[in-house]
């Protein structure tokens, strides 16, 4: 990314979130006009339905305050401005090279034991796919088919073990 659309973006999600926090911060403080039954002028449904007005939960607030500073804490530690790397320098091409080497040296074990079984054996049992512990999908052989055509069926509830 330029520095330009970096600055860009930098720019419009600061002062988003400033007018947005700002606006939290002035809304109960706002005096809104009401009528003596506590009610505005507004009126749906032919004068049934009027609005009235409350003051906002303070547990509303408080969930509100939180969710900025956790906005603000995530967006210092992680990627989230720009070309602004964050504090943990974390990125998810690196998180992906990481998993994908963990589930390389589990699928070596697996590769292994299939390699030296006899292939009449292989293709009797089951075979599991993982990546990084989640199971994909599980294979089963039906030794069914065509002549010389082996079958794979998906069996998604059998478990890894």
């Not at 002062?15 to 403080?29: E, K, Y």
């Not at 998180?95 to 070596?108: G, S």
């Not at 069926?153 to 890894?160: A, S």
């Amino acid at each position: 990314m330029s520095t330009f659309w970096s600055t860009w973006v930098i720019v419009l999600a600061v002062v988003t979130f400033g007018i947005s926090f700002l606006l939290l911060c002035w809304a109960p403080w706002v005096k809104i006009p009401t009528q003596a039954d506590g009610t505005t002028t507004h009126v749906w449904a032919h004068g049934v339905l009027r609005e009235g007005v409350k003051d906002l939960p303070r547990w509303w607030l408080a969930v509100s305050y939180l969710s900025f500073v956790a906005a603000e804490l995530y967006v210092l530690l992680f990627p989230g401005l720009g070309n602004y790397s964050g504090l943990l320098n974390w990125t998810s091409a690196e998180a992906l090279q990481e998993a994908a080497e963990r589930n390389d040296e589990r699928m070596a074990t697996l590769v292994q034991r299939v390699r030296d079984q006899p292939i009449q054996r292989a293709q009797a049992s089951n075979v599991a796919v993982a990546f990084d512990g989640w199971p994909v999908a599980v294979f089963a052989s039906t030794q069914s088919g065509t002549q010389g055509v082996r079958t794979v069926r998906l069996n998604p509830c059998k478990q890894l073990r």
